[in-house]
């Protein structure tokens, strides 16, 4: 069993920069991972995703550029660097587990999900 909590979601203004934090528990070292995000009265949507050994990251359009993930395995953590963040970034952030070497953008993928971290930005 995987169990994921995130951190690091705020209140910020355009232009800011925040950077997530999933940390996981249980066996993770073998699956890709990924974020994913809510916006109000919106679906939820691939933000971006890496594999296993932390390579061939993959971006939704509207953030690559902006958003770099990355994974450390060692402390079994998965991150979200976020910059110049805009007013359409605010939005619920999930992180996911695929039991898989590589990832996917589809949420139905995705294995365990956590909670979510509220990300707010005020323009």
């Known amino acids: 069993q995987v169990q994921l909590v995130e951190s690091g979601g705020g209140l910020v203004q355009a232009g800011a920069s925040l950077r997530l934090s999933c940390a996981a528990s249980?066996?993770?070292?073998?699956?890709?991972m990924g974020w994913f995000r809510r916006a109000p009265g919106k679906e939820r949507e691939f933000v971006a995703a890496?594999?296993?050994?932390?390579?061939?990251?993959t971006y939704a359009a509207s953030v690559k550029g902006r958003f770099t993930i990355s994974r450390d395995n060692a402390k079994n953590t998965l991150y979200l660097q976020m910059n110049s963040l805009k007013a359409e970034d605010t939005a619920v952030y999930y992180c996911?587990?695929?039991?898989?070497?590589?990832?996917?953008?589809?949420?139905?993928?995705?294995?365990?999900w956590g909670q979510g971290t509220q990300v707010t930005v005020s323009s």
């Open positions: 996911a587990v695929k039991r898989d070497y590589y990832s996917g953008s589809r949420v139905d993928e995705y294995d365990y």
């Open positions: 249980g066996r993770t070292f073998s699956y890709a």
């Open positions: 890496i594999n296993w050994l932390g390579g061939s990251p």
